[in-house]
Structure formats: structure tokens, C-alpha cells
């Protein structure tokens, strides 16, 4: 058997693949929480739950109305981006002229409240969500064997990480958005509704958190807590990215998702921590974060 | 008689509990220079940030072309006719040149074209495709200036456009204010270098402690030197 450092070649490509997933859910939710954070300066503790719905609506989709994956994969974000830009426009934006710690208490606050009414709902248990039919079985790839779906969620995660970033660097759109992000003031007085590009923005996080979601539920199981299961991770890959980075919320994602499946190789004990071992690491020597800018 | 493009009255404005303008009265008519003149803070830049409606907490009357602006929200001051280079000159760094040229949007007709503005500009052409703030501090002021141009409004709104730039950008900074003028564009400015003001305004205002102290042509400017220097301190 081929052998790489020590450690079966299958086994070390297998925690790979298992690090590219987590790290694509990593880089999907890290991103809507970094552009969130740019322009809003909230803290979207309710990211996790956001993620959380996107499941849920998939699921539920399915149950009452019959839509499949691929029409759920669309329509649960835009359920849940409305749902966001609802909440922006009622509560959220009372808050702004506040101290920031309003915005992450509000968040937090509504995480807990989606998630207990879910727990009421449908219990703490996971539901299971079938992998649609097209994306079923798997490659035997030689070394390996790949399950086409979780190949297919690194592609499309891939995908819509480059689309987002394409969307807030290349368009006139993006152009406002950075701006507003740098002087909000100034970009209102050319005649900008800034307002608005600000319910826009929370919509378009919770609606990629969302995006995430529907993709982890055949993966993961549906239930209201996986959340917060993630969520914590999540914002230690924010912190190690640095807050406001949107190519650095990307990458670092991905390299922490890789990190710590590889941790699960040469030191599996070690693999729950090892996130927040760096996150300790980047905070005492770059404190801004790997890809943020020293303020 | 003529209605002024702009007509402020009695304009009061805070800044939290202080009590900043306190009523100023002014009037800028189409196609004029106007140049507000007055010692560090007495309230120059206040008057164009309220004018704007940039700060909110304001009393009294601002009427452009005849419309009532207080209760205009700030997103649409822009599009009632109004363009605003701040003094800090704005200019985003996370923007291409061409990106914070084309970012505000056009208001209404009328505005310079694309071509145009980078033939008055030939150094934002060049430099299209940097950061917006790794231009020079000058080349920075003639992006600020020329992206609201674009936008077709009437009245330019300038506060120290000169300040910290070498002479000759300077010069240069008066003879694109000049074309425009030429060409029809009413300006009303704060400007703390006298000489560059007196230049290109037809009209003085002098402001002190919130409020309008003195107003003149620029016939007038060599019988008023004295009590300038004595305001202004210079």
C-alpha cells in the first residue's frame, strides 16, 4: 500500500476530501458573515440559524410541497435571504445607531429563539434528507472512492464562493457595496440608498448561510442544532481570516477545513481544537487577522 | 427677480447638544462662484454638511430651485441637484480609479461625459485601473471633483478643495473650477486660501461664531482687506 508520511495514502486523501467539505461549508458561512460584518458592523450571531433554516426549508420543501433538492437549492436561499431582509428592515436597522454590541445581542438572541422553536418543533434528533437521485452513488476513483455528492459540494461551494466574490468585486453593485462599507455617509450623499443596500446585504448573507445549508443536508442530518454546531467553528475561521475580508473568509475556510481533517490523521485527538489552536496563534501574532488590514 | 438656485434662511444645525450654526442666511444663484470665507471653526464646513443634509439635526430653510430640502431624505439630495466633494476628499481605497469615478450615479442630463472628463483630466485616465487612494493627494482632489461631474447635478459643493496641495496642482485645481464655470456650473466653496478664492468667486461670504457676518463681489475685495485681515486673521 502506498504510504505518505507514515500514513496510508487512502487514508490521508479520504480526511482530504472530508477537510475540502467542512471547509466549503467553512468558506460559504465565513464569507456571508464577512460581508455582513463589512457593511453592517453586526456581528450575525443568527448565521448558524440561518444555515439551520436552509436545511430545514429543504427539507420541509419536500415534505408538504414535493419540490426536489435542485428547486429547493434555489428557493430555500431566497426563503430565508426574504426572511433576513425582513428582519433587517423591522429590528436590525433600530439598532445602528447603537453601541455594535446591540447587533450581536439582537442576533444572538434571534439564533436562540429559531433554534428553541425548531427544538419544539421537531426535536433535538437529526432528520434524515435523501441525496437526490442524480448525485447518488460514487467514484471509484482508484486510490479512493468519492461519493459523487460530497465531489458535487465542493464543486458548487467552489462556485458560489467565486460567484460572490465576483458579485462584490467586479459589478457596480459590489462597487457600491465597498464603498458604503468604507464611508456610508458619503456614498448615501451621491445618491445611493444606502438603507436599502443594507437590507439587500443581511438578505444576501442569511441567503448563501441558507445556500449552505440546503447543500449539508443530506450530508450532515437536519436538525436545529447543527447551527450551532458549526457556528462556532465558523467564527474562528472569521477571526483567522480577519473580519471584513472577503477573499480572506474564502481561502481561510478552505485551509482550515483542510487543517483539521489532516489533524485527523496525524493526531485525530487533536482535531477538535485545532481551528481555535490557530485561531490563538493568529490572534497573538497578526491580530487583524490573516487577510485583514491593521486598523 | 431672478429665484436664487439656492436659498438658505435662518439655518440652524447641531451637533449633538452644540448648537453650531446659528442662523445662517445665504443665497446662491445659477451659475455663480460663491466662496464662504472664515477662520477655522466657525462653522464653514458645518454649513455645507447641513446644506447637504449630511447632518439631520438642522432648522430653519434650504430651497433648491425652489424645493423645500429638509425633509429630502440624504439619499436623494444628490438627485435634487446637489454634488458634494468633501474635504477629506473621500476617495475609496478599496475602488479602482474608475470605480470611485463611476460610483456615484448619474442624477440627471447634462452631466460631462466619460471622454470628456478624462480629457480634463488626463492622469485619472492613465491611472484608471489603481486604487483610488494611491493617487497623489492632488490627483485624488481631481478625482473627487470629477466623478461628481459626471453626475449632472447643478450646484458643486466644495469644501477646501486646495488644502495640503502644492501650488502648481493648485493652479491647476482653478482652472478646471474656471472651465466649469464656463461652461455653467454653479459652485459654492469654503476655501481658507485667499488668494486661490478670490481668483475664480464672484461673490464672498464671511462667516463667524455660526453665522453670515459679511457678504460681497469680488469688485469689492480691495476695500474690504482690512476687515478681512482683521477677521480672518491673517
Known amino acids: ?77 431566497l426563503i430565508v435571504g426574504l426572511f433576513g431582509a425582513i428582519i433587517e428592515r423591522t429590528m436590525l436597522s433600530r439598532l445602528y445607531d447603537l453601541d455594535p454590541l446591540y447587533g450581536l445581542l439582537f442576533t444572538f438572541g434571534l439564533a436562540l429563539t429559531i433554534e428553541g422553536t425548531f427544538r419544539y418543533l421537531y426535536g433535538s434528533s437529526g432528520q434524515p434528507y435523501t441525496v437526490p437521485p442524480q448525485l447518488a452513488g460514487g467514484i471509484n476513483l482508484g486510490f479512493m472512492f468519492l461519493p459523487i455528492y460530497r465531489g458535487w459540494v465542493v464543486v458548487i461551494s467552489l462556485a458560489a464562493c467565486i460567484g460572490t466574490w465576483l458579485l462584490i468585486e467586479k459589478t457596480k453593485l459590489g462597487a457600491y457595496l465597498r464603498a458604503a462599507t468604507e464611508n456610508p455617509v458619503l456614498v448615501q450623499a451621491f445618491g445611493v440608498n444606502v438603507p436599502l443596500l443594507l437590507t439587500l446585504t443581511y438578505g444576501l448573507g442569511a441567503a448563501l448561510a441558507a445556500f449552505a445549508g440546503v447543500l449539508a443536508a443530506p450530508v450532515y442530518q437536519v436538525s436545529p442544532l447543527m447551527g450551532s454546531n458549526i457556528i462556532i467553528v465558523v467564527f474562528a475561521v472569521v477571526v483567522v481570516g480577519g473580519m471584513g475580508s472577503i477573499m480572506g473568509a474564502i481561502l481561510t475556510g478552505y485551509m482550515l477545513g483542510i487543517a483539521e481533517g489532516l489533524t485527523k490523521v496525524f493526531y485525530p485527538e487533536a482535531s477538535n481544537i485545532v481551528i481555535f489552536v490557530i485561531m490563538a496563534i493568529v490572534l497573538l501574532i497578526r491580530p487583524a487577522g490573516l487577510f485583514g488590514r491593521d486598523a | 427677480m431672478v429665484q436664487p438656485l439656492l436659498q438658505v434662511s435662518n439655518l440652524n444645525a447641531w451637533y449633538g447638544e452644540s448648537h453650531v450654526l446659528h442662523g445662517v442666511d445665504m443665497t446662491v444663484d445659477e451659475g455663480e462662484t460663491i466662496t464662504i470665507l472664515g477662520r477655522n471653526g466657525v462653522g464653514k464646513t458645518t454649513t455645507l454638511r447641513t446644506i447637504m443634509g449630511i447632518i439631520r439635526e438642522r432648522k430653519g430653510e434650504i430651497r433648491f430651485a425652489g424645493k423645500d430640502m429638509l425633509s429630502v431624505p440624504l439619499h436623494r439630495t444628490a438627485h435634487a441637484g446637489l454634488g458634494f466633494v468633501p474635504e477629506e476628499r473621500g476617495i475609496f481605497s478599496t475602488l479602482t480609479v474608475e470605480e470611485n469615478l463611476m460610483l456615484p450615479p448619474v442624477v440627471a442630463e447634462g452631466g460631462m461625459p466619460l471622454e470628456e472628463i478624462y480629457a480634463l483630466f488626463p492622469n485619472l485616465k492613465e491611472r484608471r485601473a489603481s486604487p483610488g487612494t494611491k493617487l497623489s493627494g492632488g490627483e485624488q482632489q481631481m478625482l473627487a471633483i470629477a466623478r461628481i461631474l459626471r453626475t449632472g447635478v447643478r450646484l458643486l459643493i466644495l469644501d477646501e478643495p486646495t488644502e495640503g496641495l502644492a501650488p502648481v496642482i493648485v493652479q491647476r485645481i482653478g482652472e478646471v473650477l474656471k472651465t466649469l464655470k464656463a461652461r455653467g ?50
Not at chain 1, 20 to 42: H, P
Not at chain 2, 195 to 207: P, T
Open chain 1, 1 to 77: 500500500m502506498t504510504m505518505i508520511f507514515g500514513i496510508p495514502l487512502q487514508a490521508f486523501l479520504g480526511q482530504l476530501l472530508i477537510g475540502l467539505i467542512n471547509g466549503s461549508f467553512y468558506a460559504l458561512l465565513s464569507l456571508g458573515l464577512a460581508v455582513i460584518f463589512g457593511l453592517l458592523r453586526v456581528i450575525n450571531f443568527a448565521h448558524g440559524a440561518q444555515y439551520m433554516l436552509g436545511a430545514f426549508v429543504a427539507m420541509l420543501l419536500l415534505q408538504y410541497f414535493g419540490i426536489n433538492y435542485w428547486f429547493a437549492l434555489i428557493l430555500a436561499p
Open chain 2, 185 to 234: 456650473m454653479t459652485v459654492l466653496l469654503v476655501e481658507q486660501n485667499f488668494r486661490f478664492a478670490s481668483r475664480i468667486a464672484d461673490r464672498f461670504y464671511l462667516m463667524d461664531h455660526g453665522k453670515m457676518v459679511a457678504e460681497f463681489p469680488v469688485g469689492e475685495l480691495p476695500q474690504r482687506m482690512d476687515m478681512l485681515n482683521k477677521v480672518l486673521g491673517v
